[in-house]
């Protein structure tokens, strides 16, 4: 069925010489930033989707057991997708999160994108730097949580041997800032990072 003149005037398509597609951005800068950058931001997504939405495509598609739970344990789920999406915004400013936005969340095309935040330039010159802008974006919601990962690590590792030192569940809790199980969940991470052959802590600085 072939979609409607309203329906392809909408932001998420754009114009390609006489006929109007639905865009990808994501495709279209794969080249560009790789692989890795991509699984992030298809991580994003699916953080938004049930963060905003209620619901994630990748969970309901993966195959996966259904997770018992209620209304209040599926808020809670919910607000801590909210989590890492505010993290970034905060880190790299509400410009650059409303660019993920505009691509991730919502499909906007470049030229949707470069008309809503550069109306001044030209179509083909904000198109440009929306392409320009939206890399840029990816690029760092990917370093940002590589920094962020590393810096987990780091945390976990540290957890393990102040446990392996003074085995005390109550004073670590207090030290750092959890309950009981994120305490024994980090101190178990740790565990594992530390039983790896020694190569494998020297990115980490361990």
Known sequence: ???????????????????RRRSDTLAALQP????????????WIADW???????????KNSGSPAIPG??????VLRGQKW???????????QETHMLLV???AHGWSFSSIGRSHWPELS???????????????LLALHDFWCQQRKTEAGRAIQAARCFRAYPSLPVLCKEFGLARPGMRKLIDRGEKMLNRPRHGLTAIGG
């Open 70 to 75: 209620n209304v209040f344990t599926f808020n």
């Open 102 to 104: 505009q691509m991730l």
């Open 123 to 137: 179509e083909n010159r904000a198109r440009n730097r929306a392409s320009e802008a939206c890399e840029a974006a």
């Open 83 to 93: 989590l890492p999406i505010r993290a970034f915004c905060r880190h790299a400013g």
């Open 1 to 19: 069925m072939r979609p409607t003149k309203e329906r392809m005037n909408k932001p998420d398509w754009e114009q390609v010489g006489k006929k």
């Open 32 to 43: 560009k930033v790789g692989d890795d950058v991509i699984a992030e931001a298809h991580r």
């Open 49 to 59: 989707e049930l963060a905003v939405n209620g619901y994630c495509d990748e969970m």
